[in-house]
């Protein structure tokens, strides 16, 4: 099986920086993605890690590190718009694609 | 314009009423997936398909069923004998080098 946790909520200023960790426990690991999801809307997908190491892209930059079932995703430049919910979600390696979601965090901008 | 659709995006229905919520996809994806969301929660899976014909239960299959008869298309219904229906349903399908899933616009169900 699978488990994943990751902070419940966490708020931070508009044009600072925040880092949102994901820790996953996981008996095959096959790929972790990071999804938006503004309120009442569908997630939409943010960025994909496979192999350890760092993926930039623009003002979001994700983490992995495989050894420790450690991910996180980095926001820089804060704007009012990425006031949101973000999803981590990991992978395994049986047949089907199947991800398993963790609970979300809530992140709110401030002013 | 490639993507997937949901309809409708809000649903009431009356409690021991069986209702179909459709998803559609043109991205030619073969795989296509049902969640569930409720409020302040992550998602769970509920059925998937990886083939036209051919589907699995997810983690929360009962009280739900699917069907897979065309690739594009993959309605799930809302039995009565779901115990607690009233969620947020998301439809995603999953193609690319990544195989990425990709979610449609989503159904609010509202059972009373």
């Known amino acids: 099986g699978q488990n994943i946790d990751q902070p419940t909520e966490m708020t931070a200023t508009e044009g600072a920086i925040v880092q949102i960790n994901c820790t996953y426990q996981t008996s095959g690991f096959n790929g972790l993605f990071w999804y938006q999801q503004h309120a009442g809307e569908a997630p939409t997908f943010l960025s994909y890690n496979v192999l350890d190491g760092l993926e930039e892209k623009g003002r979001f930059s994700s983490f992995l590190s495989r050894s420790k079932g450690y991910s996180y995703l980095l926001l820089k430049e804060l704007q009012m718009k990425d006031s949101a919910s973000y999803l981590c979600?990991?992978?395994?390696?049986?047949?089907?694609?199947?991800?398993?979601f963790g609970g979300g965090t809530r992140v709110l901008v401030k002013p | 314009d490639g993507g997937i659709t949901q309809s409708p995006k809000y649903l009431f229905r009356k409690e021991g009423q069986n209702v179909t919520l459709s998803c559609e996809q043109n991205l030619n994806h073969d795989a296509m997936y049902w969640y569930r969301q409720d409020p302040g929660q992550g998602l769970r899976l509920i059925y998937y398909s990886q083939i036209v014909n051919d589907f699995q239960k997810g983690d929360i299959a009962e009280g739900y069923s699917v069907s897979r008869e065309k690739k594009e298309s993959f309605p799930l219904t809302v039995t009565s004998a779901q115990k607690n229906p009233t969620a947020f349903y998301l439809c995603?399908?999953?193609?690319?080098?990544?195989?990425?899933?990709?979610f449609g616009p989503g159904t609010r169900l509202t059972v009373l």
């Open positions: 979600a990991v992978r395994g390696k049986a047949a089907g694609n199947k991800l398993t």
């Open positions: 995603a399908s999953s193609g690319g080098t990544q195989d990425t899933q990709y």
